[in-house]
């Protein structure tokens, strides 16, 4: 908790304490992916939760700015529950990925991916009910898309329906 | 080769359920071959890279990432071009330990070297041209180098990549920019995808036939290699760039695409006080097709810088710069390149009159003419012979009485074609008939 209160001092400060805005909050979220988020993947031991817990308070910033920039407060809120399932909080991710389908529903990228993370960490923690519900909205909403990617999560996902 | 944020990596698992366990690397393949297909008019790129991959038998990991790049993810495509029967894409997943990275689960058949092709478009990648005109001393033949200066600020590398160049505007790519501008929000150079994801699911299936359009064109000009294709009422043309060049991200290179020497031109001069004030202004003229030594391909638009060889050892003066515009084959191409302070034009009012003068019952005017007479000076203060053309505007009902010849351009305008040798200097002179009022039969 230290860690995350100290993450958004330093952002504050880094950015010099300039008015909210989207622009701002696109700049912390770039900060954060690029400085604690990805570096976080490559990172051990109490490092690797320090990393996490400022990305986490970094996400969490750019989520208070962002306003009314839906695909960046889409981007924001899966990158939180991305960062709380690294950190093992399996129920609070899921909880904040379906949330991105809820709040951000016209971010056709942004929901596929995070309900497909939920469900797959769902599937591969043995919770297959609970991964189902996720399967089937992926596998109605986008089985019709034409992009290759969604097509492929979409005829995975009617597998495990 | 590669930025620190875009890697593909490849592992193979035991089981399915052990996933994101990262048991062996089999490979971290770089890029075998790269191809950029720019298209301009939509700020896209479709980028094609084949990499030789190893994959064992059974189930395998491959993974890519777009962090800080402008690549749109969901265009991205994996497809196997070598035993693609025998590689199948199973799912992708979305791993949350890395952000915006997907993981493509691939079953293979086959245990050994794969060929892969993946696809995908990006923004932040652009082209301008331009070109360099040569002039002989007496301006009758001219050198011209066309050079395309491509600028990336993708956020990803292209190391030996062939460049293709999109000339022309395709009408779905189009459609796909004008959507992308419709909803865009935020900033104006944020991504493409940004916007796409705003859209409805109407101008989604408009931007995924506008992505397969092109992605198909790419496929034919491939086949039919610098030819012109017609689709959808546009005209467009696709440019490969010889040979392989390597655009790191934040650069700008320029790469030379075609020299052709000798070809004729033709250079002449023009004064229109309408349009260019008292100014001379010079014009080198040549057609873009095959007698003229052109005609390959249509000429993208860009800027020109023309020079003219003023000694017999080739020493060169700057002649001007000009932009010129698409110039599709076999059409003809105007470059204004600026005034021309060795060649003077001055036209003189030397009489006015005004007669013919016409009243009603009351006394007031009802109808007059205006005669007019002109001299015009031409100069040619040049070591070379050369053309001008002077053209003078005239309104309402005019009549001309001159012993030069003119030709009439439009209702409203007159042109005289003096030929002039090297420090020769010509007038002529001209009457104008202007009738007003009563007077004026039109």
Same mark, same amino acid.
């Given at each position: ?144 898309v034409p992009s290759p990617i969604e097509q492929s999560v979409?005829r ?6 | ?73 969901t265009s991205v495509e994996f497809r ?9 894409v199973?799912?992708v ?11 493509w ?14 696809r995908y ?87 995924n036939?506008?992505l397969g359009?092109?992605a ?78 052109? *005609? !390959? ?6 800027? $020109? /810088?023309?020079?003219?060889? #003023?000694? @017999? ?47 009603? *019952? !009351? ?6 003419? $205006? /005669?007019?007479?002109?001299? #015009?000076? @031409? ?64």
């Amino acid at each position: 908790m230290r860690h995350a209160r100290l993450a958004a001092f330093f952002l504050t400060l880094l950015l010099g304490c300039v008015p909210a805005s989207h622009e701002t909050a696109r700049q912390v979220f770039d900060r954060t992916v690029r400085e604690y988020h990805l570096p976080s993947a490559e990172a051990f031991g109490p490092q690797r939760e320090k990393l996490l817990a400022q990305s986490a308070s970094g996400y969490e910033l750019a989520l208070q700015l962002g306003g009314n920039d839906r695909p960046l407060c889409a981007a924001a809120l899966r990158s939180l529950a991305n960062v709380r399932a690294e950190q093992g909080r399996l129920d609070e991710a899921v909880k904040l990925w379906s949330q991105v389908g809820r709040q951000y529903p016209t971010c056709d990228w942004e929901v596929l991916q995070a309900w497909k993370s939920a469900a797959d960490l769902l599937w591969d923690a043995g919770r297959r009910n609970d991964a189902a519900p996720f399967y089937r909205q992926i596998f109605q909403r986008f089985r019709s898309v034409p992009s290759p990617i969604e097509q492929s999560v979409a005829r995975a996902a009617s597998r495990r329906v | 080769m590669k930025r620190a944020f875009f890697y593909i990596c490849l592992w193979a698992l035991a089981m399915q359920t052990t996933a994101f366990a990262r048991l062996s690397v089999v490979t971290l393949p770089g890029r075998d071959s790269v191809q950029l297909t720019i298209y301009n008019s939509a700020d896209l790129t479709l980028v094609r890279e084949t990499r030789f991959l190893t994959f064992r038998k059974g189930l395998n990991k491959l993974e890519f990432s777009w962090a800080n790049t402008l690549i749109d993810p969901t265009s991205v495509e994996f497809r196997a071009l070598t035993h693609a029967d025998k590689v199948e894409v199973l799912d992708v997943s979305f791993p949350p330990r890395v952000t915006n990275t997907l993981e493509w689960r691939i079953n293979s058949e086959v245990a050994g070297e794969v060929q892969v092709e993946i696809r995908y478009f990006t923004s932040g990648i652009s082209w301008s041209a331009d070109y360099v005109a040569e002039a002989s001393r007496d301006e009758k033949r001219m050198d011209l180098a066309g050079a395309v200066r491509v600028n990336n600020n993708s956020g990803e590398d292209y190391d030996n990549a062939e460049i293709r160049l999109v000339v022309g505007v395709i009408k779905l790519v189009q459609d796909i920019a004008d959507l992308a501008r419709h909803g865009r929000p935020g900033p104006e150079n944020m991504p493409t995808t940004v916007a796409l994801d705003e859209m409805d699911k109407k101008d989604d299936a408009v931007r995924n036939r506008a992505l397969g359009a092109m992605a198909d064109a790419a496929q034919t000009a491939e086949a039919r290699p610098r030819e012109i294709i017609k689709e959808n009422l546009s005209e467009y043309f696709l440019y490969t760039v010889e040979g392989r060049d390597t655009i790191p991200n934040g650069w700008s290179k320029r790469l030379p695409s075609f020299q052709a020497s000798d070809l004729p031109v033709a250079s002449y001069y023009k004064f229109e006080r309408e349009q260019w004030g008292d100014q001379v202004v010079r014009f080198y003229r040549f057609k873009n097709d095959k007698e003229n030594k052109l *005609g !390959n391909e249509p000429l993208p638009d860009g800027d $020109v /810088k023309a020079f003219r060889f #003023v000694t @017999a050892d080739k020493l060169y003066s700057f002649v001007g710069r000009t932009a010129v515009k698409y110039i599709p084959i076999g059409e003809q191409v105007e470059m204004m390149l600026g005034n021309d302070q060795e060649v003077m034009c001055k036209p003189t009012l030397m009489n006015w009159e005004k007669t013919d003068i016409h009243f009603d *019952g !009351n006394g007031a005017v009802t109808g007059w003419t $205006v /005669k007019e007479s002109w001299q #015009v000076e @031409a100069q040619n203060s040049k070591d070379i012979d050369i053309t001008l053309d002077v053209r003078r505007n005239f309104s309402g009902d005019w009549s001309l009485a001159t012993d030069s010849k003119y030709e009439k351009v439009d209702a409203s305008k007159v042109k005289f074609v003096i030929p002039l040798k090297s420090r020769e200097q010509q007038k002529l002179a001209y009457e104008l008939t202007t009738r007003y009022g009563t007077n004026a039969a039109r």
